[in-house]
């Protein structure tokens, strides 16, 4: 049940960005210039179309689904840490939040450099 939900959920949030992205995309199709027609042929604008809704389809789904998964996996464990621990976890949680978080800071910057 629970993984069924979660498929339901995943293919509802695709859908609505799907549509968020067309209307996007259509306004800025729309509002281009016509020089930009000109010079690009309609198959490489409908290519376009089709391999961003490729990418929405498939790549959100499949990335929303991996990071809920791992949010509720997370909290359930660091929930069955601080049960077992009657909440001295806690403690400790603060500082290595921090850290943490300035790991993630520096690995984003760095991840962000090398895809250029």
Not at 9 to 16: D, E, I, K, P, T
Not at 39 to 61: H, S, W, Y
Not at 63 to 70: A, D, E, P, R
Request: charged share 15%; net charge positive; glycine share 6%.
């Amino acid at each position: 049940m629970k993984m069924a939900w979660r498929w339901v959920a995943s293919q509802n949030c695709a859908r609505s960005h799907a549509s968020v992205f067309i209307l996007l995309l259509h306004h800025s199709i729309l509002r281009a210039p016509i020089a930009f027609f000109d010079v690009t042929p309609i198959g490489r604008v409908l290519n376009r179309f089709a391999a961003d809704m490729d990418k929405v389809d498939l790549e959100l789904v499949q990335s929303l689904q991996q990071g809920l998964s791992m949010l509720f996996s997370i909290l359930g464990a660091v929930s069955a840490i601080i049960a077992a621990t009657k909440g001295a976890f806690l403690i400790p949680m603060i500082p290595l939040g921090y850290v943490y978080y300035l790991i993630q800071g520096w690995f984003r910057k760095t991840s962000t450099e090398l895809q250029r």
